[in-house]
């Protein structure tokens, strides 16, 4: 059988003191201004990775896959970033990669000599204050000298990847 029995000592007052500490915390922990919450970065907006090598490039290709769709808030700062695995099918070429949206280039990097034996790594980023809205933002990859046919590896274990993060107010 069960019975109402009174509080124990430990919880006499807990009404009480719940009522103190969210007058004392002002609702959020101690925060006394709470405007300022919304400068704070707001974390990964968008991520996308593909896992299977895209082959045959000599030409600006959009990268299979590698293409996100944000929605970003007004006045908000934001960091695209990428990493690829290419290799040329002959030694010295060149690869040019580029974060765009549409066709207007944000970002580039070039990786001269690339190597038929071995895998680059290119890891670049860029930080960026968009106007507020839809932004659509992808990765392309390209033999920008050289006579070979680049190919963008990736894997389970090295997957290629562009990521977009809110890293917050401007």
């Known amino acids: 059988e069960i019975r109402s029995q009174p509080l124990n000592e ?20 101690g925060i006394a201004d ?12 968008g991520y996308a990775q593909v896992t299977a090598d895209q082959t045959g490039i000599t030409t600006e ?9 944000v929605n970003v808030a007004d006045g908000r700062r934001i960091k695209i970033s990428t990493q690829l695995y290419p290799y040329s099918t002959v030694d010295n070429d ?7 949206e549409g066709t207007t280039t944000l970002c580039s990097t070039e990786y001269p000599k690339l190597s ?8 670049f980023s860029i930080v960026i204050t968009p106007t ?6 992808k990765i392309t990859g390209q033999r920008s000298a050289g006579t070979g046919s ?3 590896l990736a894997a389970t274990v ?8 809110d890293i917050g107010a401007v």
């Open 10 to 29: 430990n919880f006499q007052n807990i009404n009480t003191e719940l009522t103190a500490h969210e007058a004392a915390t002002t609702n959020v922990h």
């Open 34 to 45: 709470t405007s300022l919450l919304s400068r704070l970065p707001l974390g990964t907006l």
């Open 61 to 69: 290709v959009d990268l299979t896959g590698l293409s996100v769709t």
């Open 94 to 100: 060149t690869v040019l990669a580029a974060i765009k």
């Open 116 to 123: 038929n034996a071995n895998a680059a790594t290119l890891s």
């Open 132 to 137: 507020a809205g839809t932004h659509t933002y």
């Open 150 to 152: 680049i190919t963008f």
């Open 158 to 165: 090295r997957p290629a990847f562009i990521l977009v993060e």
